[in-house]
């Protein structure tokens, strides 16, 4: 099996630290996102319980946790770039929290409202801070009419935002309030308007390939897929391995109690 180095660790941390995100400046090789896509076709039509479907409906939201069990996504975690910069912007070693690919499929793909990951990993987990990063892989081109995440740079050195108390339910106990386009913790829109035209937006477009990282803290959503292309966006939240929650509860599949510091490999089963 061919094997391809993915280049140096990147120095971010400046970016990063100002915006709450970065682009990666290279994309992954056309056969790692192959590789990838047939994953995500095959988990796609599995009966089990990390495949997640839009409310009410037969169409595939979302797959989570799927690095527990397919060999290239478990791969593509150790990706020395992908553990470099996960390492660099967590100010240590780092471990797989949460996986998942968020589909938005044609027509049929539906929103994220505007809301921060740390709500969630807070309240429901017990993360105790949010020392922790994302690294979004597109698997699909991604373009303003395809619903491409939108984030309003530098919201993350707000910390935790007030929550949209009208849009709680009784029971947010329920993950699936935490996955599904009726998502439980948002952030009122009134407030995101005020955000926005003080600090901007940023649409987070580009080719099947590119690697853009963002803050547990920055406000962001992504709109309805209006379009006939699908999005497919695979999403890794890589955690500080000493911020690890105590004793969350939700399934493993969302967030995973393996917590031992990942080891760089570039082993990708291409
Ligand atoms: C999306 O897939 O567009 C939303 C991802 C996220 O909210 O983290
Ligand atoms: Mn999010």
Redesign the pocket.
């Known amino acids: 099996m061919k094997r391809k180095a993915f280049g140096e660790p990147l120095a971010a941390g400046a970016a990063y630290t100002q915006a709450g995100w970065y682009a990666m400046p290279q994309r992954l090789p056309e056969p790692v996102i192959d590789r990838l896509r047939e994953s995500v076709a095959r988990i796609s039509v599995q009966d089990r319980p990390e495949v997640v479907f839009e409310d009410g409906t037969q169409v595939v939201r979302a797959l989570h946790g799927c690095h527990r069990f397919d060999e290239a996504c478990a791969a593509l975690t150790r990706l020395p770039v992908f553990v470099a910069l996960a390492e660099s912007l967590v100010g240590g070693p780092a471990y797989v929290y949460q996986f998942k690919v ?1 589909l ?1 499929q044609p027509f049929q793909g539906r929103a ?1 409202p505007w ?1 921060q ?1 740390f709500a969630f990993w807070l309240r429901e987990d017990g993360m105790p801070t949010p020392n922790a990063v ?1 690294i ?1 892989v597109f698997l699909d081109d991604v373009h303003a009419g395809n ?3 939108t984030v309003i740079p530098g919201s993350h050195r707000l910390g935790l935002l007030d929550i949209d108390t009208a849009h709680r339910s009784a029971n947010s106990q329920d993950w699936r309030r935490h996955v599904s386009a009726d998502l439980e913790y948002t952030i009122d829109e009134n407030r995101v308007a005020e955000l926005a035209a003080d600090l901007g937006r940023h649409v987070a477009v580009g080719e099947r390939g590119s690697c853009f990282a963002f803050h547990p803290c920055i406000v ?3 709109s309805n897929n209006e379009s006939p292309d699908r999005r497919a ?1 695979l ?1 890794i939240t890589y955690n500080a391995t000493n911020n690890a929650p105590p004793s969350p509860s939700r399934p493993e599949f969302l967030v995973d109690r393996i917590t031992t510091p990942l080891v760089a490999d570039d082993g990708f089963p291409w």
């Open positions: 968020n938005k994220w809301h990951d994302n979004a619903g491409p995440l962001h959503t992504s966006m999403l």
